[in-house]
């Protein structure tokens, strides 16, 4: 899952009372109303969850209706009054959505039922195989390329396939009761325009030129309505990406949307930005996965097969992430610097940054931008002098790092 960051959306702690049990008593009672007669389930294993929710995987012990043999629970507790968005609403939203695309071609897994009074989502069990992150943390170079070629391919025909679904999405999003159905990184884009400059020259000394700060506001029109809009889990990180024998399929839609698809697209690029596993990868193989998105959409936006109008919506969401994840990662004035996340196999955020600033730099120059390659230089220089050289030292994935030798 993406990197818990101070600024984002807020936790939805579960109450102590949503234990295991009570969730599968929720789902036997929501699966039995739905069903007309009594579903029992068995065998709770627990999937981990969050703060947020608990996820079981269940076997359906008693039932007589077909249901599939086992059964994926998310159970949500109360989202306070003062959070920007809820997970559940993003979540059942965005599962029903999913669902009503053919079995062949959808991206995520099915919702069975769910019921938004008990906070409960009962889902397609897509199994126990490898998620992306696990391929990427492999030894297989080769099987962590057919993954990531997979999980672009995956990402194109989500895009294709639910574009122009904005209305939709809208409508059920209110029907599940949710106060905003916004893309809850934009909130954070917007708010990152303000507040980072001040925090950047607190913390590093660089001061943002007026000029910088127009070229930022610019690329925020991204977020704004544009006719490259398509469905988005948001949260499109590595291990939340399972790899199955027939593709990618998406796992958590907790802050599922509508946004520009050159968001999610940059994630080619700049390998899962939000995320706590921000590596390296090969060189071409970012090419590789980009053209393998594109030969999805073109289907639908043939205009975005053409470098003259796809790369510069592409450059402007890059130097939206690179904005908004300095605005995450960057180590505040006499705080120590440290992993993305302390839990996960992590790069050090100083080294996540420069890495991101360096490409930037480069990229600018290519686009003819002095200005935002100039402030992207003394980022680098003055996020180097304060964290040391070891921050221009950023390693592939695991997967890769044999073949760097």
Request: charged share 25%; with cysteine; proline share 7%.
């Amino acid at each position: 899952m993406s990197v818990e960051i101070t600024s984002g959306p807020p936790e939805v702690r579960v109450p102590g009372s949503t234990t295991v049990t009570d969730t599968v008593g929720t789902a036997e009672a929501v699966l039995s109303k739905r069903m007309g007669a009594p579903v029992r389930l068995a065998d709770a294993e627990d999937l981990g969850g969050s703060e947020r929710s608990v996820v079981l995987r269940v076997r359906v012990a008693e039932t007589p209706y077909e249901l599939p043999r086992t059964l994926v629970l998310k159970h949500y507790g109360d989202c306070p009054e003062e959070a920007r968005s809820d997970p559940f609403a993003h979540e059942a939203a965005s599962c029903q959505l999913a669902t009503a695309l053919p079995p062949e071609i959808r991206v995520g897994p099915e919702l069975i039922a769910h019921d938004a009074d008990r906070r409960l989502l009962v889902l397609e069990d897509l199994g126990r195989g490898s998620t992306l992150a696990d391929v990427l943390f492999g030894e297989d170079p080769r099987a962590a390329e057919r993954a990531l070629l997979a999980w672009a391919r995956a990402l194109g025909r989500l895009h294709t396939t639910l574009a122009g679904r904005e209305a939709d999405f809208d409508a059920l999003m209110r029907r599940v009761g949710a106060r905003s159905w916004t893309d809850p990184v934009a909130d954070d884009i917007v708010r990152s325009l303000t507040d980072l400059p001040g925090l950047i020259e607190q913390s590093l000394g660089v001061s943002t030129p007026p000029e910088v700060v127009s070229r930022l506001q610019t690329a925020a029109e991204l977020l704004s309505q544009g006719r490259y809009r398509s469905f988005s889990p948001s949260d499109i990180c590595p291990d939340n990406s399972l790899v199955t024998g027939t593709g990618v399929r998406f796992l958590d839609f907790e802050w599922g949307c509508v946004r520009d698809v050159a968001l999610d697209a940059a994630y080619l690029q700049y390998p899962f930005p939000s995320s706590w596993c921000s590596y390296s990868l090969p060189e071409n193989l970012a090419d590789g996965m980009l053209a393998t998105w594109r030969s999805e959409i073109a289907e639908v936006w043939p205009e975005l097969d053409d470098d003259a109008v796809l790369m510069p919506r592409l450059f402007n969401a890059q130097v939206l992430w690179v904005w908004v994840s300095t605005w995450w990662f960057l180590p505040r004035t006499g705080e120590s610097d440290r992993p993305i996340d302390l839990h996960m196999p992590s790069p050090r955020r100083s080294t996540a940054l420069v890495d991101r600033w360096r490409k930037l730099r480069d990229d600018a120059v290519d686009c003819g931008e002095p200005q935002l390659a100039g402030y992207a230089s003394a980022m680098v220089d003055a996020l180097v002098e304060r964290f040391g050289a070891g921050a221009l030292q950023l390693l592939r994935y695991p997967a890769f790092r044999d073949e760097e030798k």
